[in-house]
């Protein structure tokens, strides 16, 4: 895994993504406890959660269209220095009467986003050998977990010496920093389709969009292939987003975890996950992508019921860390094989139309969750995230075939009858 940094353009990728994640994450920790700082209020931090979903939701499967039709490379650098230009504007939010700017500027950094996550994703399968691309995912896992790890402890060393400026600055510094990391990527061949003249003079009209929006969709309903992973993503995401907003209550109030014992079993759960990211590279050689998207979603669903069935806290300390190696394993698996069987030219939608279903898969778990759990209970709650976890491993179990190749062929046949 290690050997794939050695290449140039995946190096620049990785780093990129990995300083820009780090400077998210500082953010993210940063700007929820100054909100609620400013205001006392759980609902002003609901809806900096709601602007958080809503780009994804509106624009995802948008911005998808313009991630094929627009050079790959371009997209990433201009996104990421928009995104740091954008990110300053938060130092005007601790001003009287600003609070509304942390809401609007984050509505405005992840609308542009929307369109650099696609791009990243249909990127990688031309910076690295086809036979090395489960490798790749796994190389980007294990930074990513990294950057998630890191990035809440800079973040608050930097709020705790110099507050929500100090954090805005590092995180506008690090997508500026990844820009000009991307800008360094040298592409030997086109990193989008040639369009005809015709086509390409429509590139700014809505029907022209309209169009390729609907061929995207073509593509995914077209192949079972692609269908039913997108089916398990988000029957699993569901089941992850529900236990977000249950597992804090769970350990307080039923195994009676003090703080500390909190942040130690988030250290354990990112420890498993960095595990798991090495697993991933090992053994994605070794076994077929169905059988770790399927086996390890069934297995994270059954540690799910083991954890959420717990009475006493010291088990936990062993199910936290196991639990992120099977469902970084099956993550990993999954991004491959939606890279192995999409056709280049139409990979920016998939992901845009992955964006879409996942930001609707965290709004439709929080209002649920916000509706029905306290009438359900906590336990009961968690319980069922980790049955609908199980589900999208049957899923992944009964409908995904063996052969990845074989799926690869039949989505480019069909997909050239468009």
Not at 98 to 106: D, G, M, N, R, S
Not at 144 to 158: D, E, Y
Not at 198 to 220: K, N, P, Y
Not at 249 to 274: C, M, Y
């Amino acid at each position: 895994m290690t050997t794939l940094l050695t290449l140039p353009n995946f190096r620049r990728l990785w780093l990129g993504e990995v300083i820009s994640l780090v400077g998210d994450r500082a953010l993210l920790l940063a700007l929820p406890y100054f909100i609620y700082q400013e205001t006392g209020s759980t609902l002003a931090t609901a809806l900096l959660a709601l602007s958080f979903y809503l780009p994804g939701l509106l624009l995802s499967s948008f911005a998808g269209v313009l991630a094929d039709r627009w050079n790959r490379k371009r997209v990433l650098v201009t996104t990421h220095l928009l995104q740091g230009m954008v990110i300053t504007l938060l130092l005007l939010a601790p001003l009287p009467g600003l609070i509304w700017v942390a809401y609007a500027v984050t509505f405005a950094e992840l609308s542009i986003s929307t369109l650099s996550t696609p791009v990243a994703g249909a990127l990688l399968p031309a910076l690295v050998p086809q036979e090395n691309l489960m490798q790749a995912n796994a190389a980007l896992s294990l930074g990513t977990t990294g950057a998630r790890l890191l990035g809440p402890v800079v973040g608050g060393v930097l709020m705790a010496s110099l507050g929500i400026p100090g954090v805005v600055l590092f995180d506008a510094a690090s997508f500026i920093l990844a820009g000009l990391m991307f800008l360094r990527l040298q592409m030997s061949a086109p990193l989008t389709p040639d369009l005809p003249p015709q086509a390409v003079s429509l590139l700014h009209t809505w029907r022209d969009l309209g169009r390729q929006w609907r061929e995207g969709l073509s593509v995914i309903w077209r192949s079972p292939v692609i269908l039913t992973l997108m089916a398990v993503l988000s029957i699993s995401s569901l089941g992850g987003t529900l236990v977000d907003p249950f597992y804090t209550p769970f350990l307080v109030a039923v195994l009676q975890a003090d703080a500390r014992t909190i942040g130690l079993l988030s250290a354990l759960g990112g420890a498993g996950a960095l595990v798991g990211s090495v697993v991933s590279s090992w053994w994605g050689g070794r076994a077929s992508p169905r059988a770790l998207i399927a086996f390890g979603t069934l297995l994270v669903g059954l540690l799910m019921l083991g954890m959420y069935s717990l009475s006493s806290l010291p088990l936990l300390f062993a199910f936290v860390p196991l639990l992120g190696i099977p469902m970084v394993v099956s993550n990993v698996a999954l991004s491959t094989m939606i890279q192995k069987v999409t056709p280049d030219a139409y990979r920016g939608r998939i992901y845009g139309a992955l964006g879409t279903t996942n930001a609707l898969v965290g709004v439709l778990a929080t209002v649920t969750a916000g509706l029905i759990g306290p009438h359900v209970g906590t336990v009961q709650m968690l319980i069922t995230a980790a049955c609908i976890t199980l589900l999208g491993g049957m899923v992944a179990l009964v409908f995904l075939p063996a052969g990845v190749e074989g799926s690869t062929t039949e989505t480019h046949s069909r997909s050239s009858e468009l």
